[in-house]
């Protein structure tokens, strides 16, 4: 069984950074298939990043440019680097994960079986 907590969200201003982290347990992260989604009360769940067990990744376009996932091999961990950020950005971002092989892109939510509690990012203008 996977567990997933993530933390690093916060209020911040328009332009500035956050990193998030997904620390994974019961599993070895380096070999999961990774994604942050995220999502808005009454609002549809977002794919935002995904990253494979090759290390290859994937951005979707509403964040290109600006957000950049990895893995921490060290602490076990998901890493969501996130500049420039902006009001839009503004939701509950969450951690999910599969084990064995993904196609890049997969960022639909019903394909990921470990989930974590979430952890809420503000941007204010």
């Known amino acids: 069984q996977v567990q997933l907590v993530e933390s690093g969200g916060g209020s911040v201003q328009t332009g500035e950074s956050l990193t998030l982290s997904c620390v994974a347990s019961?599993?070895?992260?380096?070999?999961?298939?990774m994604a942050w989604f995220r999502q808005n009360p009454g609002k549809d769940r977002e794919g935002v990043a995904q990253?494979?067990?090759?290390?290859?990744?994937f951005v979707a376009d509403s964040v290109k440019g600006r957000f950049t996932v990895s893995k921490d091999n060290s602490k076990n961990a998901l890493v969501l680097e996130m500049n420039s950020l902006k009001p839009e950005d503004s939701a509950k971002y969450y951690c999910?994960?599969?084990?064995?092989?993904?196609?890049?892109?997969?960022?639909?939510?019903?394909?990921?079986?470990?989930w974590g509690p979430g952890t809420q990012v503000t941007v204010s203008s």
């Open positions: 999910a994960a599969k084990s064995g092989f993904c196609w890049l892109p997969s960022l639909s939510g019903s394909e990921y079986a470990y």
């Open positions: 019961g599993y070895t992260a380096s070999s999961l298939c």
């Open positions: 990253i494979d067990s090759d290390g290859r990744t």
